[in-house]
């Protein structure tokens, strides 16, 4: 299921679970925002077109970050005028997780979020940045010990996928603890080879 929707005066084809960068938007970080001028949705066989949007749909998202782009140079020139100007440019992005598409009913829990925004959101708004922080940090954690446990065991085709992801200067400090000598001369291939 997709849907095209405009973000910020651009239209983006986006799906669930999408990470997507739009111009900057004025919402703070780890906030969800929600998007109502849906364009088209496709959800399976059905391709739903709106004039010019669809009523009642929405597409849900969470804002991830605010970042800039990759610089992009601006030069200007006129020739045997001696005119030469050279500028940079790097435009302030947003980064949006996509959580959902919704097809219909979606203007009237905006309509009521809009009326509880002006009430009291800022302060419902800290306890939903508090839960999404703790969550990735638990599977970050639980993460940790699941791969510290292949590596005692040692099987060799983990430890050969483990070395061949390391750096080169990594395999030789590693090479230098096993007393491993000639490590200056040998190549990536072979400090794998001689670690495993």
Known sequence: MYAIVEIAGQQFKVAKDQKVFVHRLQEDEGKKVSFNNVLLIEDGKNITIGAP????????????????????????????????????????????????IVAKGAKKAAAKKETAKAEAKPKAAAPKKAAPKAAPKVTAKKAAPKKAAPKKATPKAAAKTDLSSKTVAELKVMAKAKGITGISSMKKADLIKALS
């Open 53 to 100: 949007a669809i009523d009642g749909a929405a597409v849900q998202a969470k804002v991830v970050k605010h970042l800039k782009g990759d610089k992009v140079i601006v030069f200007k020139k006129k020739r045997r005028k001696g005119y030469r100007v050279k500028n940079g440019h790097r435009q302030y992005l947003t980064e949006l997780h996509i959580e959902g």
